[in-house]
């Protein structure tokens, strides 16, 4: 979240970026709200510490007194000082409402994004920053979408997900189980290369890992809870990667921190029936491989480019045309300062599908999570974060299979084959 300082300090900066997306003018008061509300817990707090330190003279003011044997003085001071520890618990349990409440309006105001983030509404808006600039795959007059694809070489079943759990989890089985396996291998390896760190977290989540990441309060109708234990099932492997350093200061030296890995995610989402939410379009469990890292604020925009190459090359590799969006205010995720998106051609859809965010949240999710590092004079920052799907895999699944689909087979992109152990799905 953004922190009250920053509020005081820089208030035009945060206004004009809140408006960038599109918050209204009553919507922005919040901000006067909050600081007023730190402006009381201030005042709260300064007499909470006077209180004390009144309290401390007069204890010691008592001490001399017994010394001298002047025990009636000394037993009115002590009264004195009784009556100022209830107006102390009495102040800090207002401060501490106030402090709560302070909190909760902070967690309603998104992160103010970066002045390179364009205006706009909707997706509509987005800026492509970079396309594809080869030939779009010639597919056959008869080209199938993935789900008849899927069919037609026993690649993965949606009835049997539905048999199974419900709609929106599919079984992977025979060649489409090991393609799955393979990409999985395959971007781990690939991100292994780029110097990121392997970690394989758990899949459920306490609420302070999944407040850390900003995942709450803002996404739980998204989040599958296992309201006996109090878990969450993690909707990406940011979030449990992302709280490893929770309440951590690290060493300005052993920035950055890189981690990626592989986690089935799990979201309810939502959508309306059609084409666009068909087959592997839109599932309620996904597997997804992450890259995250944790930056000095100096250079966490050039590690930002730094992922989107990466993940550029990612896609490269699989043939796969693409092209990468920069989001719009309007279009940003509430924790991002700023985002782009991968998006990949679906040959046989005729459309675009979102495959992979690259984001750079700065401050606010360290903030919450208390990540810091210690630069070289001894004093304590924040550090920044920033994450990104490398890659999440049903679209580019979808898209492999419709884009490379011949007369004789499904073809297999030659970075795979050595994970795969075959060329073709036939």
Request: aromatic share 8%; hydrophobic share 35%.
């Amino acid at each position: 979240m953004l922190q009250v300082k920053r509020i005081r300090e820089d208030k035009k900066t945060i206004v004009n970026g809140l408006r960038k997306r599109n918050w209204t003018a009553r919507q922005i008061k919040i901000l006067d709200d909050i600081l007023k509300a730190d402006d009381e817990r201030r005042a709260l707090q300064k007499q909470v510490d006077d209180l004390l330190a009144e309290n401390k003279r007069l204890s010691a003011q008592i001490g001399q007194l017994m010394a001298q044997g002047k025990r009636d003085e000394a037993e009115q001071l002590k009264s004195q000082v009784a009556t100022q520890k209830e107006s102390i618990r009495q102040l800090e349990e207002r401060s501490e409402a106030v402090k709560q409440h302070l909190e909760s309006l902070l967690y309603t105001v998104p992160n103010c994004p970066h002045r390179s983030v364009p205006k706009g509404k909707s997706t509509e808006d987005n800026k492509v920053f970079r396309d594809w600039a080869k030939p779009f795959p010639t597919l056959p007059p008869d080209a199938l979408a993935h789900w008849d694809l899927a069919k037609k070489y026993n690649l993965f079943d949606f009835e049997l997900g539905v048999k199974l759990t419900g709609a929106g989890f599919p079984v992977y089985r025979g060649k489409g189980a090991k393609l799955q396996r393979a990409l999985i291998q395959f971007f781990l390896e690939e991100n292994i290369k780029a110097g990121y760190e392997e970690i394989l977290p758990p899949h459920l989540v306490n609420e302070d890992t999944a407040r850390g990441t900003g995942q709450l309060p803002d996404k739980e109708g998204q989040m599958y809870v296992c309201e006996r234990d109090g878990l969450y099932l993690i909707p990406t492997a940011e979030v449990p990667v992302t709280n490893l350093l929770r309440d951590v200061i690290v060493p300005e030296k052993d920035l950055p921190v890189a981690y990626t890995a592989y986690t089935p995610c799990f979201r309810r989402e939502a959508g309306a029936w059609g084409a666009h939410v068909r087959g592997l379009n839109r599932v309620h469990q996904f597997d997804k491989v992450e890259i995250v890292r944790i930056e000095h604020p100096d250079r966490s925009y050039k590690a930002l480019m730094e992922m989107v190459r990466h993940v550029q090359r990612l896609m490269g590799k699989l043939e796969l045309p693409y092209r990468i969006l920069l989001l719009c205010g309007g279009d940003m995720g509430f924790t991002s300062a700023k985002t782009f998106d991968f998006e990949v051609w679906s040959g046989a859809q005729q459309r675009w599908l979102e495959v992979s965010s690259v984001s750079n949240f700065e401050t606010f999710q360290s903030y919450r999570l208390q990540l810091r590092y210690r630069d070289a004079d001894g004093k304590i920052h924040l550090a920044h974060t920033l994450n990104g799907s490398a890659l999440a895999l049903p679209r580019i699944v979808a898209a492999l299979l419709e884009n490379n689909q011949t007369p004789e087979g499904i073809r297999i992109p030659k970075a795979l084959h050595k994970y795969t152990g075959f060329k073709m799905i036939s």
